[in-house]
């Protein structure tokens, strides 16, 4: 089945699995996969692309780092060089009708401010290198779709993966906000006027001192391990609704408003999507190492070779 892949999210998606680039490029050859080689420049400026995407420095990691993430990367553009050509004559059942249109767009998109552009320019990512990433969005996409589809059993599976599983499951955590305040003499201040009418949010931004201030104390959600002790305490013992007394810790004085509590055990049908997916995705990633492992597959270069399937 063909799925539409919207342009804006592929700019923003992690590459899971790359491509190999055009055949133009020039650099040295690493791996040969079929009749299509994989070489240096093609790399370089997949990892420096994916970099960008994901708002990595790449500089930051030392050399052999580096060459780990580069064998990786090597190995992922294999993979779907093994999945483009297993589809080799069947590009129907990978592209919609308005492939053209969207790649348009999304090269449009791609280069649509000074940053990225600059970016592209700088790294030497060429029109190719943007064009293969797009298209094996969709090949990636076909071959889970495909995947999923052999998988006859997987409503049962995901079932049964659900009730084995059922602790990995449990939810504990709570919304909250809080003002944080140095003397509790304040902190009684600030409940005087919560107790007057005030909104704790403005309360929040006129008082608080550390940088949830601007977020009118907003802690956002989080479960047991993050907080301090005392402050853990005390959140996970108050009920929806309730501002606390003054709590101590060593970072001053809280005064907490609880927003939200989850405690349980989330149910079959909550969890039922992102369970499948992970089958599936385990699933596609075995049969990926069985399509590498009946493709003709040479290396070129002595500096990478075949990473061992695990």
């Given at each position: 089945m063909k799925k539409r892949i919207a342009v804006l999210l592929l700019i923003v998606m992690a590459m899971s699995l790359v491509a190999c680039g055009g055949a133009n490029d020039s650099g040295t050859d690493l791996v040969k996969v079929g009749e299509n080689t994989i070489n240096e420049s093609e790399l370089e400026q997949y990892l420096a692309f994916t970099a960008f995407i994901q708002g990595i420095d790449i500089t930051q990691f030392p050399e052999e780092s580096m060459a780990a993430i580069k064998t990786q990367m090597l190995d992922d553009m294999i993979a779907m060089e093994c999945i483009k050509q297993h589809y080799a004559g069947k590009e129907g059942e990978v592209f919609p009708d308005t492939i053209d249109e969207d790649l348009k767009s999304f090269m449009d998109e791609a280069k649509g401010t000074e940053q990225i552009k600059s970016y592209l320019e700088a790294n030497k990512i060429s029109d190719d290198i943007l064009t293969d990433f797009f298209y094996n969005q969709y090949y990636r996409q076909a071959y889970f779709d495909e995947v999923e589809k052999g998988m006859t059993t997987l409503d049962a599976d995901a079932q049964a993966y659900y009730d084995a599983n059922l602790d990995s499951f449990k939810v504990d955590e709570v919304t909250a906000s809080h003002i944080l305040v140095e003397k509790e003499a304040t902190a009684q201040e600030i409940l005087a006027k919560l107790e007057s009418g005030e909104k704790f949010e403005d309360l929040a931004k006129e008082y608080g001192t550390d940088g949830t201030k601007d977020q009118g104390g907003s802690l956002g959600t989080f479960g047991r391990g993050r907080m301090?002790?005392?402050?853990?305490?005390?959140?996970?013992?108050?009920?929806?609704?309730?501002?606390s007394e003054p709590v101590k810790t060593e970072f001053g004085y809280h005064i907490i408003m609880l927003a939200d509590k989850n405690q349980g055990t989330r149910t079959y049908e909550e969890t039922k999507d992102s369970i499948i997916s992970n089958l599936v995705s385990q699933e596609a990633q075995k049969q990926i190492i069985e399509l590498k492992g009946a493709a003709k597959i040479e290396y070129l270069n002595d500096e990478y070779t075949p990473i061992t399937e695990g």
């Open positions: 301090v002790k005392e402050f853990e305490d005390a959140v996970f013992a108050m009920e929806r609704g309730e501002i």
